[in-house]
């Protein structure tokens, strides 16, 4: 795969997560048209825009859950995925993917916990499996992590035995336990009961208080006017406006913004 745009420069360094020219296909049709996005350490981004925009795609190109057909990925830095070999870019061996992944948390609609593991042993897992740590480390970091998000009284249950919220919030903790340089959530409280909604939002923002750098795909508006230091919003597989809060779901511009937010709202 060759590599759009120009060479990487010492300006990428200031950026958590950047992406440039990002295009993908599936099959015929083109679901991402040369994204660029950019987001700095400590910031929360908020992807929204109509099913079918592209969001989730964008999202699962930041760790090559989806391979890009064009554009580069890079993340503090470093090309998620690829190796340059003068113009070309080559794929990374499937370990060497696994290992950039194990620094970027990755937060599922649908929780996708381990059911024969106990929730202390679904946060552990990772860092034990993808990064070597110590098993008695791992076991005590992912206890802290539960206290984090008030679940320290579940560590011994399975995945089963809790609410869909706090199976969330268990996939949250899960992600924290890999010390990512970002954490992306993909739509987190949509498989959620709406009075189960509220616990997993309270998560998010202790998170974003705390200055972690954050990807957030998501409905929630007034979560993401809370929270969000930028919000993007996508229509057809491109970013149609970006801006702080009050900018684009006070103030939009392009008309597919205020379609969308008509429609919301």
């Known amino acids: 795969m060759s590599e759009t745009g120009s060479e990487a420069t010492a300006s990428e360094h200031e950026y958590a997560v950047e992406l440039r020219g990002v295009r993908k296909h599936f099959g015929a049709h ?46 503090s830095g470093e090309l998620v995925g690829y190796r340059r070999r003068g113009a070309v870019l080559r794929e990374l061996s499937e370990r060497e993917i696994l290992r950039q992944r194990a620094r970027i948390g990755f937060v599922f609609q649908n929780f996708n916990l381990f059911p024969h593991l106990t929730v202390l042993e679904n946060v552990a897992l990772a860092p034990i499996s993808a990064q070597r740590r110590p098993r008695a480390q791992a076991r005590a970091e992912a206890a802290e992590l539960l206290e984090r998000v008030g679940l320290a009284d579940k560590a011994r249950e399975y995945p089963r035995r809790l609410s869909g919220g706090q ?63 930028t919000v993007v919003l996508m229509d057809d597989g491109r970013i149609v406006e ?24």
């Open 167 to 229: 199976q969330q919030r268990v996939a949250i903790a899960r992600a924290l336990a890999l010390r990512p340089r970002v954490v992306l959530f993909d739509e987190p409280t949509s498989a959620l009961d709406p009075e189960l909604v509220g616990e997993v939002l309270d998560v998010i923002r202790g998170l974003a208080g705390d200055g972690s750098t954050l990807v957030i795909v998501t409905h929630e508006i007034g979560f993401a006017r809370e929270v969000a230091d």
């Open 30 to 75: 083109e679901v991402l048209r040369g994204v660029d996005l950019a987001v700095r350490p400590g910031e929360v981004t908020v992807i929204l825009g109509p099913s079918g925009s592209g969001k989730s795609t964008l999202l699962r190109t930041i760790n090559h859950l989806e391979q890009v057909d064009a554009g580069t990925v890079r993340v």
């Open 242 to 265: 970006q801006g702080p809060p009050a900018q684009v779901l006070d103030q939009p511009t392009h008309p597919r913004t205020k379609a969308f937010l008509a429609h919301v709202l």
